[in-house]
């Protein structure tokens, strides 16, 4: 048979570190590679419950849903964005299967071929991905500690006249970032200006360490003049767990509309029990109680792989200690690859994602990602070690100077 895969579908090789990272599934190996939340913390027996209080709602529950999501979980979100400070209706939210079908949906409404996308670099790697399956040229925009460059950006808005622009603003994936207002609120300004919808995309926000810090949404500033700049998704997999798959997207109805009605023609509607189960957790579990406690174990781990890295007294490596999220970025000396570096540390054990594969522009190579919410203590360390070992190897095998003092 000749299979005669469109040019997208084509163009769109596997990445060879994907390749790598499937080695890594086993149990021998300690894998700081993946996005994935902690397994104890799962609320397993409330999802238990609230699966079984659907299945005695009787047949109906298992019946087709709306494609815009089960009425009751969007009212119930629409609520909780309102105390957050972001104000929405429930008929301006859809439900999506995981906030990466959220992007997705975006993409099939905005996307002409040639549309020019901006992002930061680096940025979310399977937004890279879907953004070029919809055949956009995406293109970065220098990014600083406090977010986008804005004289960068404006100059990229003049002379490129982007579709829209897409941010991690909080607590990013893969820099652990985090967005000033002032920038925030700039962005804003400048996208108003220029007529350019914004993309926000906030996975991590309820992630944050201290819990008396505040980083508004883009969202929420934009409501405070109205509205509409901002299309909002997030999602229950950080805070619940991945497997419901269950994200949503807020914003305009324009937006909203034509989401749901790309999402018709992609999968009728997000899974019903799935949505029932969720709503009826929200209803008889505390979540807020549960955020606190994933909150303060995943900021003991962050801090635990920060002192354990410490010690490793690495001369010329730096590492950020991010206030939230999932996520510590690393960057190695001058010259090291760390994709080379990875193949070293799947032999000793350990894995990571390296951080070219997240750059739009120049990839920067002496960079990676480290997981800390997924490995307990126990594995933190020892994967540490195993990562140790694995610098010391690569170094010795390329011959270059060791980098422990
Ligand atoms: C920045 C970002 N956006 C979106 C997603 C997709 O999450 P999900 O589809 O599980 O909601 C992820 C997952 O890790 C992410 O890191």
Redesign the pocket.
């Known amino acids: 048979m000749n299979y005669r895969l469109s040019a997208v579908a084509q163009d769109v090789k596997a990445s060879g570190v994907r390749e790598i990272l499937k080695l890594t599934q086993g149990d021998s190996i300690i894998s700081f590679a993946g ?1 994935l939340p902690a397994e104890e913390l799962f609320p397993k027996e409330a999802l238990r419950q609230a699966f079984d209080r659907v299945f005695q709602q009787g047949n109906r529950a298992l019946q087709y849903g709306l494609t815009e999501g089960y009425t009751p979980l969007r009212e119930a979100i629409a609520m909780r964005m309102g105390q957050k400070g972001m104000p929405v209706s429930p008929s301006e939210i859809v439900l999506t299967t ?4 959220a ?1 997705d949906l975006l993409a099939r409404v905005l996307i002409e071929p040639g549309d020019v996308i901006l992002v930061e670099d680096p940025t ?1 790697l ?2 890279l991905q879907i953004f070029r399956y919809h055949s956009a040229i995406v293109e970065s925009v220098q990014t600083d500690d406090d977010g986008m460059d804005m004289a960068a950006l404006e100059r990229k808005v003049l002379a490129r006249k982007p579709k829209f622009i897409y941010v ?1 603003p909080t607590f990013a ?1 893969p820099t652990g970032r985090v967005w000033s207002t002032e920038r925030r609120q700039a962005l804003i300004a400048l996208c108003r200006q220029h007529d350019v919808l914004i993309v926000e ?1 906030d ?1 991590y926000g309820e992630i944050k360490f201290d819990p008396s810090a505040s980083y508004p949404s883009i969202y929420s500033l934009d409501a405070r003049d109205g509205g509409g700049a901002v299309v909002y998704t997030s ?1 229950f ?1 950080k805070t619940v767990v ?1 497997a419901l ?1 269950i ?1 949503w997207a807020m914003g305009h109805p324009t937006m909203i509309d034509a989401m749901a009605r790309a999402k018709q023609a992609a999968d009728l509607h997000s899974s019903s029990l799935d949505q029932q189960a969720l709503f009826q957790l929200l209803n008889h579990f505390d979540i807020d109680l549960h955020i606190t406690a994933i909150r303060m174990e995943y900021k003991k781990r962050m801090w635990l792989m920060h002192d354990l890295l410490t010690q490793k007294r690495w001369d010329g490596v730096r590492w950020n200690k991010p206030a939230g999220g999932m996520f510590l970025w690393m960057t190695l000396p001058e010259g090291v690859v760390a994709e080379d570096l990875l193949h070293v540390a799947v032999r000793e054990g350990v894995a990571f994602v390296p951080g070219a594969e997240f750059f739009c522009g120049a990839p920067v190579k002496n960079t990676l990602r480290l997981n800390f919410s997924h490995s307990s203590p126990q594995a933190l360390e020892a994967g540490v070690e195993r990562l140790d070992r694995s610098l010391q190897h690569y170094l010795n095998e390329s011959n270059r100077t060791p980098i422990l003092t």
């Open positions: 996005g995981g906030s990466q079908q992007i979310y399977s937004a991690t994936n995309d996975p999602t997999s991945p798959r994200g």
